[in-house]
């Protein structure tokens, strides 16, 4: 009848389009998981991932548990669960009220909250490892906020090289394409251990391929390489950007302490200093 054929043709259709979503989530998570794998080559054994706001909803801080274990098992401890992921909002309570320094056991692995790091998604969508000081990040939620600085530092978490036996997963897939996120995860990699050299001549590649961040919050490695360098004229173009997007001079500006600057260069950091005061 033409009610049965109108309901099974809602049927398919829904299934049709629960298929189309499974297989974008896919294809974010993927790509995500690259941009991981970019950022952090690999991680010391007992680092808790925080995710805060998972990028898909069909997965669970559960599932990609499961795949990043996979993602940085060593072929020779299998069975060993190595890094735990949590999402923020699901584990929340759970989190404010641990002590830091005390060790906590989840399934079969042993960590504590003073050894994790945080993740969080970027406007342009890259994924951004934070910092303990990096309240002011425009797109962290409040219980993020509330964490943060119950975390270590990424260069005390990530190994910026890999000397174990560590294979990628077919899964996975192809890397994907040189890309902005790309570039801007390995900026954040050479940030981590004061390599302002190499994070300038990622700047300079993205110019090159003409890429660029849809948010000025992924500027502020780069911006601050440009002053250290002394490259004025880049310098002022990230702190044009950075000054034009609400909430980006304050998360901008807590990366400028302690810096050696010439006049120029401290003029330029000034104003975003200024700005973000007055904010």
Known sequence: TLVWALLIALALGYQFQLQNRFRRDWEIVRSTLWELKTRAPDLEPGTTLLIDRMMVDSLTDNSLNALVNWLYEDPDELAREVIKVFEVDNRREMLLNDDPARPFTHNAFTGMLADAIFAVKTPSGCLTILRPGDR??????????ALLARGAEPSE???????????????LGSEPDENW?????RAELAADRGDWESVLAEAE???EMGFEPVSAVEYRSFFVAALIADDLERAERYASAILAEEGVPAYAAAQLDGLTLSSGADAIAARVRD???RR
């Open 136 to 145: 002011f990040m425009p797109s962290l939620s409040k219980g993020g906020k």
């Open 157 to 171: 978490r990530i190994l910026p090289t890999v000397s174990r036996p560590m294979e990628t997963p077919d899964w």
């Open 181 to 185: 996120c790309a570039l801007y995860e």
């Open 205 to 207: 590649k993205a110019d």
């Open 275 to 277: 700005e973000a005061e």
